[in-house]
Structures are given as C-alpha cells and as structure tokens.
T-cell receptor, first 112, second 114 residues
C-alpha cells in the first residue's frame, strides 16, 4: 500500500465549475497535510496546508481533512483555465517538515 | 518570500559521467535541505536530507555512494550524480524551509543521461 494515494485522473471540468481532488493516506498518526500545484516541468508550489479535522478555506480553495477516514481533499471553486495543472497531495513524515510523502498527483484540465 | 535557487535547470550528459546540481537558499539560512527525484508521471520521492556540516541522511533504497550530497555552507547544498546512467534520468528538485511552517522548492533540474 502506498503511503499517499490520489485519484490519478485526469480530471476535466468546465470553467466556473468546482473541481474536487481526493487523497488518502496510510499512516494514521500523520498530522500535517499539504496540497501542491505543479505545472509541467516546474517545481511544486504550495496551495494549502491543513492540520486539523474539518475545512480550511483560502480564496477559491478549500482543503478538507478527515483523520478518522484518513482522507484529504481539495476543492477549487470557480475553476479557471489557469488552474490547469497537476495537484499533488503530500503528508509530512515524522516531525521534519521537509520530509514529505507525495501522491502521484491528479492532472486537472479546466476548459473554457 | 523565501527563494530557493537550483542550477542547472537542464543537463544532458553521457553515460558514465558525473553531474553536479546546486541548490541555494537566497534569502535565508538553511541548515537542512531536502533532495527529491521525480520520474515522469510519478510522485516526488524523497532521496535524502542534506545537513549543513554533517553527513546527509539517505532514504531507504537510495545509494549514498552514487548520489553524493555536500552541504558545506548554510546556503548551499550540492547533489552529485556519480557515474550517471540512463536510468538516472529524472527531474531532481531540492527544497528548504526558512521556518518550520513552509517548504520552498527549487526550480528543478531535468537530467538526461544518454
């Protein structure tokens, strides 16, 4: 079982729609979770971090965490073509922030 | 915001040669840096943790004699891929954190070994 699993997609939504990205993780003791956006050939860029159960909103992005179900999700409201990228779910390994387990990513395409 | 600079962005080399990749923290000191590798359509995989002034810590399955890491100053870590082979072709990315709150990634190095 992989440490972090994502629905690999690809996911395609029309402009203005809500894009929903999902992620599960295997280590029940994990405490810190991150969503990164990665454009092709570029390095990842942090979108959201979440540490507590529930929802966390930042602009058009909402991260949701359910530790009991070991599930993390990212919702993108009012999706724009510029949101088209691969979204990576990451879970912190142990206590060191830089040591992360990443999922394989979900490729999102937002079409106008 | 904090910036992590990585160089070169792309390198093509012949099989058997060594390649050095540099990672610099431009506006903060980083006692620890992290090296990741990403194969096409795969997830980022942590290779090693680079520690300033001491030996790097390698993840299971990563050959320390093949991937030499040097972190001689608080702003520079280098990864040397020794005797590179085609299977080492990958996207190598470094990262560092000015605080324990946010991790910044370098721009990555695409290595192609012929």
């Amino acid at each position: 079982q992989k440490e972090v699993e994502q629905n690999s997609g690809p996911l395609s939504v029309p402009e203005g729609a809500i894009a929903s990205l999902n992620c599960t993780y295997s280590d029940r003791g994990s405490q810190s979770f991150f969503w990164y956006r990665q454009y092709s050939g570029k390095s990842p860029e942090l979108i959201m971090s979440i540490y507590s159960n529930g929802d966390k909103e930042d602009g058009r992005f909402t991260a949701q965490l359910n530790k009991a179900s070991q599930y993390v999700s990212l919702l993108i409201r009012d999706s724009q073509p510029s949101d088209s990228a691969t979204y990576l779910c990451a879970v912190k390994r142990g206590s060191t922030l830089g040591r992360l387990y990443f999922g394989r990513g979900t490729q999102l395409t937002v079409w106008p | 915001g904090a910036v992590v600079s990585q160089h070169p962005s792309r390198v093509i080399c012949k099989s058997g040669t060594s390649v050095k990749i540099e990672c610099r923290s431009l506006d903060f000191q980083a006692t620890t840096m992290f090296w990741y590798r990403q194969f096409p359509k795969q997830s980022l995989m942590l290779m090693a943790t680079s520690n300033e002034g001491s030996k790097a810590t390698y993840e299971q399955g990563v050959e320390k004699d093949k991937f030499l890491i040097n972190h001689a100053s608080l702003t520079l870590s280098t990864l040397t891929v020794t005797s590179a082979h085609p299977e080492d072709s990958s996207f190598y990315i470094c990262s560092a954190r000015p605080t324990n709150e946010k991790l910044f990634f370098g721009s990555g190095t695409q290595l192609s070994v012929l």
